[in-house]
């Protein structure tokens, strides 16, 4: 089963997964490729952080499950293709709406859960929180409207992230329900 785990930045679904990835050993989580930096204090296994270069060259050749650019071109995000899962796991994507899109249109037997803020400043505050200037939170939050909008009208479920302990549990007990 593939079950991505989509929304706009912010909403916390780096933490929710972390969380199901603990609780659940039949989840296995894809490694997304990107062209942006490093965050402060981000592992160097969140992403493989590659050159704009790497990137195209995957793209031109086929290489990725879903990609997307965010901010014009900066920064480039995508899930490569060809990862192998281990037998009996269940592959997890933590990607933007646009690659769920495209994740959904490629395998409508996918599972989509759109996760959302429970408010705009929470957002705000969430994005401040992991390091990102005021600029990129301005856009992001911007973008997040019609982000949730798109979700929304794809999403099998939809999934407000106000208390974490909550939002886990509603999102184990929607896999079981697939299982």
């Known amino acids: 089963m593939i079950i991505v785990i989509s929304g706009p930045g912010g909403v916390g679904k780096g ?10 050993p039949k989840l296995w989580l894809s490694r997304s ?23 195209l060259e995957r793209l031109e050749a086929g290489g990725f499950l ?6 014009g071109n900066d920064h480039l995000y995508g ?11 269940d592959l997890v994507l933590e990607i933007d709406v646009n690659g769920a ?15 959302v803020p429970p408010s705009r ?9 992991r390091g ?4 990129h939170i301005r856009q992001r939050v911007a973008i997040a409207e019609v982000e949730v909008e798109q979700g929304r009208r794809i999403a099998d479920h939809v999934v407000i992230n ?13 896999l079981q329900k697939y299982r």
């Open 15 to 24: 933490t929710l997964v972390r969380h199901l990835l603990e609780r659940d």
């Open 132 to 135: 990102d200037d005021d600029d």
């Open 79 to 89: 899930t490569p293709q060809g990862q192998e899962v281990p037998p009996d796991k």
């Open 66 to 71: 879903e990609h997307n650019d965010f901010a």
């Open 33 to 55: 490729w990107t062209t942006r930096p490093r965050r402060p204090g981000e592992s160097e296994t969140a992403y493989t952080f590659v050159t704009r270069e790497q990137f």
């Open 121 to 129: 400043e929470e957002q705000e505050a969430r994005l401040r929180a």
């Open 101 to 115: 899109a495209q994740v959904k249109a490629a395998d409508p037997s996918a599972v989509l859960i759109l996760v």
């Open 162 to 174: 106000d208390d974490l302990d909550r939002a886990v549990e509603e999102v184990a007990g929607i």
